[in-house]
Every structure is written in structure tokens, then in C-alpha cells.
């Protein structure tokens, strides 16, 4: 309810959500105080202000385009916060011109997209969502940590926390995948990993919830849209993951680029003010977005800049990335009476507090260490762990005739594909300081992994790609060059398998990155269908940042193993999966779906009035006519090389009161002939709500391993936390009727149970 009040009564100046004078309780408080006691008005301004180098840039060009001009401000004060300054010893100089010029000699503040890996790759985020495994989540978020302070960072843009549902986005391979639950765990997780027990410890560094909010609900998939969502959407769907993202305690968070409801997000005190710092006692500081202050002009929501900057302030949003509206703004706009000063004492008190708590104060340098960045970066157990959490993060989607593990009787292997022998894509898109072409490739994993007497036959077959395919130009498909495909037909003939490494380059996810065709682009079907006429035998190896579309090869393809951008040790992981090292035990974070025209497709859908047809191909249903309603691989599906059986599923009540708790077991055995691991998932549907709530909302899961013939019996508790929803006012409630409650190996083959949540039952 409040949000809507809020948004209709959007011209007041807001106050809430605004720490006051701080509680003088604690010496971080008093430190605050007292430094922002002495800060003189443009000293404050100058610590919302964030500037990229000129080094690196991760969005338009910036304005103030003067190195000299840019040192000089650092000097005077003017510049609180940078991005993309990388390295030891150029953070040590650029901290330098701040803390040994400037008047009060405040620390500036590092930040950069470590978003799955300094210099050490892990698979990008959301292949690291489908090993449903928090815990490898933050080791892969820590080690992140480890390597990025070293450089001198002190701040991560990251986790993106952005649920996604809709795989023409390109970003949907920076986040955790369609689902608030898992999506939120995995980001708790990656919190946890980059901040550590204490942001103080020098291998640490600040998180960054982002982008707040529905970036991953623009429309069309098209990046940078508008998103039109609806209020039970947004608290039901986007906002569970910043929610407990604040609850982790991360130390900042990012707005959005978007509007919602015609507002852009940068300026939403119902999002920033009333909810995130008020609601939810949020104490950390809100970045904008790149230059989203000033985009707010082009949304056509501001005249022009100063209106930007008005707004932006008094929406909550705390640091301006780039658009250099507060710098040249805010001064005037406290001046003239439009802008409370107290706003910007809020914003700057937020700031000086995750310096602090990082250490700055105590030592600004402390992050910008020569020896331990030359130490502790791409170490033999970085890319061991990058390799572990690589080979957890593959999903098996086809495995025909048990095709995989690849056989001993397996005497020579054609390894075919544009992704091959690709040592560059899998190292992933927002790759940090990643060195270009240094992945291991399958080919060399393969050739790593094969006895002696077997025969690797390597043919490209096809470039993906012609021209330049880096930031920030578009990629161009190879659409004509077909001359590689002889050799590869060859390659396929004279061997027994045919591994055929397909899918996505990996500047083709990511930012700016959005796609209308989620097929296999440029020849790479054509590819398929050659070598399909010459070997059955094919194992298709996927590589790609987003779910793809590909009925045709799902058909055809004897086995399919989805590897993602799987980082530094891909080609390892990979092949350890291929030849049995490790059994595959991936589950799919995201929908694929049959075609785009099925886009956005996801497993929590809800209900319609008119569900299903009767019979096949009758119309006046919710079907299409040309495809079925159902994807090509559901939400958490995975296959492995050992069965698992679920039996007893039972609950302990079939109807109890809204506040007690329903216990949920069920036994799982590894019935097949390998030891292996199983993501048990628990489902619930309300089955009668007021609001109508989706067929299936997942509420549970865990992680077992189990040997052959072991069994183990889970246990799942259900309580008001996960029996209730948002409903469109933001109130939340649990409702009395019958519920089901499912548990499976994924969303679609689910066994169920039926209780109910009855108003006048008493246990006692
Ligand atoms: C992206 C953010 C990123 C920022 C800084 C923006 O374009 O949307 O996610 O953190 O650039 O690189």
C-alpha cells in the first residue's frame, strides 16, 4: 500500500529512509560524525561523485574526458569513489592524489565488475547457479574477493541479483537464473563469498545488490527497455532477492537503468527511501547506475540535468556513477532551498560508513599491496577451485544409450565445432582481468584425458563469428563460410564419436546483449546437419551464456551436455564430466524453451482459466497452434550417469493451523550402477488463493550425495515464511485452504501431496 501512496505523492522531499545524525553509539558512528562535522558542502558533494579511468570503460564514453582535469578534482576533494582503476600500484597512485592532497585527505573508494572471477574464471553466474550448491557459490565469490582486492579493488558491482525469465536478454548470464528462491540463495551465497565474516579483512570486499529494481523484467528482453510489471510481480518475483540480499547485510546496492510505472529507477523514493532504507533498515549506500542519473533526461522524465540530479537525491539514490549531475548540481540546488541538505549529509554518512567498515580510514593503501597481488592471483588452487565448481555447474540434458561416460571401446573421438578449440569464450563475458584466449579449451581437455591409443580428430568445421567481436560493437555471424566444413565432415567419418562443441560466443550474453534469435547462430545447424549425415554418434557440447532454442539438435543429438561459459579450467571440467570423473549432477536454473516465440517461458507460471485443451489441437484454449505450451528442458532438470529413486514422500499433518510448521520428508536412492549427486527439490502450489498464485513456487531443496545402493531420507519444514505470498498492496499474507506440495529431481516429474492450512484447526 505504501508503495503506491508513495508513488502519487512523488513531489514531496522525502525524509524517510534517511539516517539521522547516527546514534553516536558506537566509534564508527562517532568517526562519521565528527568527519562530517568538518566537511564543508562541496567536500561532501565530491564523496557522491564516482568517475571511471579513462582505462577501462564499461559504458559510453564519460563527459569529463581530462585525465588532468579528472587528478585535479581528485585533489580538490571532488571525487569520492572510482571505477575500472586496476591494480596495486595504480590504486596506490590514484588513492595517493586523494588522501595526501585533498583537504580532510578522505580515501576514495574502488570499485569494478568482479562479477564470477578477477583473473581466475569461474563459470559465469548463472552456469554457477545450476550447481544449486551455495556454498560453492561463495567459494567462487571469495576467491573473486581474494584476487580483486589484491589489485587494489575495495568494491564489486556484483552479485547482479536480477531474476530473469526471459533468455533474449543477454544479461540473464550475470544472475541466478528464473527463480526468486534459488536466485536469492545463490546470492546470499556470492554476498557472503565477496564481504567474508568482516569487510575489514584485506582479502574482502564490498557487494553490491544490483540493479534495483526489475532490470531483469524489461520488456521484450530488450535491454535497457521499460518494464511494465505488475505490483504482485514485483514483490512476489523481483524483490525477494534484495530483500535478503539487505538481510546478508551487503554493503551497497546498484539501481536500475529502467523505468517502472514511467519512473525511472535512479529517482524511486518508494524503492530506495521507503522500502530498501526504511522498510528494510538498509545502512549501506545506493549507486547509480552508469550514468542512469543522466538518462533520466532520455527517459523524458527530467528537463534536464539539474532536474536529474533534484530527483536522484531525493529518491534515495546516494552516489553518481558518471553523469555528473550531483558535482555540477547539488550546490546549487541546496542553494536555491530545492534540495535539503540533510539529504546529502544522509548519502555522504552512508559512504564514509562502508569506507570505514572496509578500513580505509585506518589504512587507504592497505588493498594496494605489489607483493600480494603478485602472490595471490591465478594460483594453482584458484583454478582448481574455478575446475570444481566448473564441472558442478554442467547440466546433462540428452544421454541416449548411455553414451556418456565416453566408453574405453570409444577408440578415436572427432572434436568438431566453431567452440572447440575456442580457448577465449569461456572465459565468459564480463571477464575482469581475465586474459584473453587463455581458457583451457575442450580440445585440450579431451586430448588431456584420452589413453594414448585413441584418436583425436580436431576440425573447426566453422568460425562463429567474422570481424571484431568485443565491447562494444555487435558480433557478425559467419552466414557464408562454409570451406572448414569438409575437413569436419572427414574428422567425423572416421571416428567412432563426434564431441561437437556448439552454442554461444561469449560476447554474444551479457550487457547490451540482447537477442530476437536464440538459436545456434551463423552455420552452426548447417554444421550439425553435416556431420549428422555422416555419424549418429554425436555428443553435443553446449557452450552458451543464455537457455537456447534448439529442438532440431535435441532430437538428434544422442547425448547433450551443457557447459556454459565454464571459466579459466573449462576444458577440464568438461572432460571430466565426458570421460566419468565426475558424474553430472547440474540442474537447470532457467528454462530452455522450443522456440523465441515461447519467450518469456518459465515453470512458476500461473494458471489461466482455460489451462489446457481437451484434446490435442482444439482451439479456445491456452495453447498455441503451432507449438506446445511446454519447454524443450524445465527449471531444474538434470540428468546424471547413476538413477535416483524417491519414495515415501510423506508429510507429517494433512491440516494444520497458520502458524505451525508442516515437516515434509522423503527417501532418495541411488539405484543406478555410479555414485553421484542429487538436487532434491521441493515444490508447493497454494491451491485457492486470493490472489492467483503459480502452479508451482519452489521452496526447498538440498544438495546429497549418495553412493551406489545408498539411500537417505530429507526433510523439509514448511512455515508461514514460505506458505505465504505478496499480495499487489505488499502485504503479505498466508491464506487458509489446501495446498500440494511436490518434490522431484526437477519442476515437471514430481511426485505430490495435499494439505491444508485450516483457520479454526488447533494442534492443542
Ligand atoms: C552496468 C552495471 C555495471 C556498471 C559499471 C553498467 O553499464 O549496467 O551493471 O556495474 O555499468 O561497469
Known sequence: MKYFIVLTVFALVALSGCSSGGNQNSEEDRFIEDLLSKMTLDEKIGQLNQHTSRWEMTGPAPKADNTQELFENIKAGKVGSMLNVIGAEATREAQKLAVENSRLGIPMIFGYDVIHGQKTMFPIPLAEAAAWDPELAKLSASIAAKEASAQGLHWTFGPMVDVGRDARWGRVMEGAGEDPYLASIISVARINGFQGDNLDDVATI?????????????????????????????????????????????????????????????????????LLKGEWGFDGFVVSDWNSIGEMMEHGAAADLKESALRAIQGGCDMDMEALAYITHLQELVEEGKVDEKLIDDAVRRILRIKYRLGLFDDPYKYSDVEREKNSIYTEEHREASRKVARESIVLLKNDEAVLPISDKVKSIAVIGPLADDKDSPLGNWRAQAVANTAVSLLEGVEASVAPSVKVNYAKGCDLSIGKRTFPDFMTFNETDRSGFKAAVKAAKKSDLVLLAIGEDCFQSGEGRSQTDIGLRGLQKELFDAVYAVNKNIVVVLMNGRPLAIPDVAVKAQAIVEAWHGGTEAGHAIADVLFGRYNPSGKLPMTFPRNVGQVPIYYNYKSTGRPTAEQPGQALWSCYTDSPNTPLYPFGYGLSYTNFHYSDFKLDKSSMSVNDELMCSVTISNNGSVDGKEVVQLYIQDLAAKYARPVKELKGFEKIELAVGESKELHFSLTQKELGYYMPNGQYVVEPGKFKVFVGGNSVETQELEFEINPHYSSH
Open 206 to 274: 564490498a557487494a553490491c545488490a544490483k540493479h534495483f529494481a526489475g532490470y531483469g523484467f524489461s520488456e521484450a528482453g530488450r535491454d535497457y527497455n521499460a518494464v511494465d510489471l505488475s505490483r504482485e510481480s514485483l514483490y512476489n518475483l523481483v524483490l525477494p532477492t534484495f530483500k535478503a540480499s539487505t538481510e546478508a547485510g551487503v554493503a551497497t546496492f546498484m539501481n536500475a537503468f529502467n523505468t517502472i510505472d514511467g519512473e525511472p529507477c535512479t529517482a524511486s523514493d518508494a524503492l530506495m527511501r521507503d
